[in-house]
């Protein structure tokens, strides 16, 4: 292996594409499987046309893991669930520029909840509306689909996004996840890992094939080269 290659990124399985039905049951398999995070994707029919995933469900769910449960608010406003997630069991709480009109109140309070915090960018959305809080925040999610549903084809304009935000990130010298969610596949993922990503979102390739599947799945995931074919 060149001794240039980046490491393998972590994997965040999105329980969007899990089993509703048995959702404990689901997050302990994909947590046996190898996932490196639990990726909760909570969406209000307000910021995004889907209703999804509330603070409740978090808290049912919690016993079920110890890894670190990843949510991301697709929600507006943030503020007032930012506190009930955090007391859910969120780990780190993630939230999009355009969902509040205060978003160095949100990181703020993320942070004074003693919880990471996460800025997602949109497609459309510049890559600048993070520099202004980037000293506040632990992670930055770069969506490449539009939110709000899974299983969408992955768009490539995230690819220069991601790169952009890795070289802002070393400027800081501090120790960011680079985090890619949207259509995340062992065909782009060797790609995203090139650019710069450490941390990869995977719903439809995560929970395909069911349980017997899962350690495969994250595994080709981690697995993957910037030259393997979409
Ligand atoms: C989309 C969500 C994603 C989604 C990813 O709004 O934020 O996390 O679950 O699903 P796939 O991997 O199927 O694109
Ligand atoms: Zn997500």
Not at 4 to 23: E, G, V, Y
Not at 54 to 60: E, I, R, S, T
Not at 112 to 141: F, H, R, S, Y
Not at 192 to 206: D, I, Y
């Amino acid at each position: 292996m060149p001794a240039s290659q980046p490491p393998a990124p972590k994997i965040a399985p999105s329980i969007l594409s899990a089993d509703f039905a048995k959702l404990g049951e689901e997050v302990r398999a994909i947590d046996a499987a190898g996932a490196d995070w639990i990726h909760v994707d909570v969406m209000d029919n307000h910021f995004v046309p889907n209703l999804t995933i509330g603070p409740m469900v978090v808290k049912a769910l919690r016993p079920h893991s110890a890894k670190p449960f990843d949510v991301h608010l697709m929600v507006s406003p943030a503020d007032a669930l930012v506190e009930a997630f955090a007391e859910a069991g969120a780990d780190i709480l993630s939230v999009h520029p355009e969902a509040g009109p205060h978003l160095h109140r949100t990181l703020m309070r993320i942070g004074a909840l003693g919880k990471k915090a996460g800025v997602v960018l949109n497609p459309a959305t510049p890559i600048g509306a993070v520099e202004p809080v980037i000293d506040m925040v632990d992670l930055l999610l770069v969506m490449s689909v539009n939110p709000g549903f899974g299983g969408q084809a992955f768009i490539e304009s995230a690819l220069p996004r991601i790169a952009a935000l890795r070289q802002l990130i070393d400027r800081t010298g501090r120790d960011i996840e680079l985090e890619v969610d949207g259509g995340v596949d062992p065909g782009n993922a060797g790609r995203l890992v090139a650019a710069g990503a450490t941390v990869l979102v995977a719903g439809t390739a995560g929970f395909r094939g069911g349980p017997a599947a899962y350690a495969d799945n994250i595994a080709r995931l981690k697995a993957a080269r910037p030259e393997m074919p979409a």
